[in-house]
């Protein structure tokens, strides 16, 4: 007698589905990822169903990468050399992509920042240090996935349940984040680079005190007659600076 195991499954949509070989069946797979698993450790679960709503919806409204929730009956394989399948009666969409797949002359890109940012996210919020009370049972999903989704980024779309408890705490905390980021100085715009000590220090270091006083120690070049040595000469040293200009009508 084959056995046959009432069971609930998450999992993301194979392929499309496919029209059974009696009327109202549909048959299609599913990628079973439960929460923390590798990619090695997900399964690959055939479906099929007899429920004439079931195959309608699995035909004509869902598509490949959907999210899934179904219950059914796992039926176990009566030899060695047999297959299991997850007999369904009913289906839930849980989550659709954006866009099922790229155009055909989309350009390859590298989307390996944004990977590595979606899988560091999912890591931290499955790993939430909140604390729950005993027994309450998750009641809130997270979903994350790439915008853009086609079939190859079906391994970057996680999952998590959280509970309502987890889930004020996580605003909490994103709350007091944008708080300290808006109570810091602004980082963009045009301004002067401000100088480190090291570069001030320099600065006055080059200087050449000597010379300094060579051309400022004579009384008589700063004199009227003399013109304008005295500033000219500072110019030459330390650079022009506004407001150092004098014309003939200021001597």
């Known amino acids: 007698m084959i056995e046959r195991i009432p069971i609930a499954l998450t999992g993301y949509q194979d392929a499309a589905a496919t029209p059974g070989s009696d009327v109202d069946t549909a048959a299609w797979r599913i990628i079973s990822s439960p929460a923390d698993c590798e990619a090695a450790d997900e399964a690959i679960i055939p479906c099929t169903t007899r429920q004439p709503d079931v195959a309608r919806k699995l035909l004509t409204e869902c598509q490949p990468s959907d999210l899934l929730r179904v219950t059914g009956y796992l039926t176990l394989p009566g030899t060695a050399d047999g297959g299991i399948r997850l007999d369904v009666d009913s289906v839930e969409i849980l989550w659709e992509p954006p866009l099922q797949e790229q155009p055909p002359d989309h350009p390859t890109e590298d989307h390996s920042d944004r990977d590595r940012a979606i899988q560091a996210l999912a890591e931290a919020l499955t790993g939430l240090p909140c604390t729950t009370t005993a027994g309450e049972p998750p009641d809130v999903r997270i979903n994350i996935g790439p915008i853009g989704?086609?079939?190859?980024?079906i391994g970057n779309c996680h999952s998590i349940d959280v509970t309502t408890t987890h889930t004020d705490q996580l605003t909490s905390a994103v709350t007091a984040m944008l708080?300290?980021?808006?109570?810091?100085?602004?980082?963009?715009?045009?301004?002067l680079n401000a100088l480190s000590?090291?570069?001030?220090?320099?600065?006055?270091?080059?200087?050449?005190?000597?010379?300094?006083?060579?051309?400022t120690g004579d009384a008589d070049a700063s004199r009227p007659e003399h013109g304008v040595i005295g500033?000219?000469?500072w110019d030459d040293l330390l650079g022009n600076s506004p407001g150092a200009a004098t014309d003939d009508n200021d001597r």
């Not at 989704?149 to 980024?153: T, V």
């Not at 300290?180 to 715009?189: I, Y």
């Not at 000590?197 to 006083?213: K, N, V």
């Open 179 to 191: 708080a300290t980021l808006g109570s810091l100085p602004p980082q963009a715009g045009t301004g």
């Open 149 to 153: 989704l086609h079939g190859l980024d």
């Open 197 to 215: 000590p090291a570069d001030i220090a320099g600065f006055f270091d080059d200087l050449d005190l000597t010379e300094l006083t060579e051309l």
């Open 231 to 233: 500033p000219r000469t």
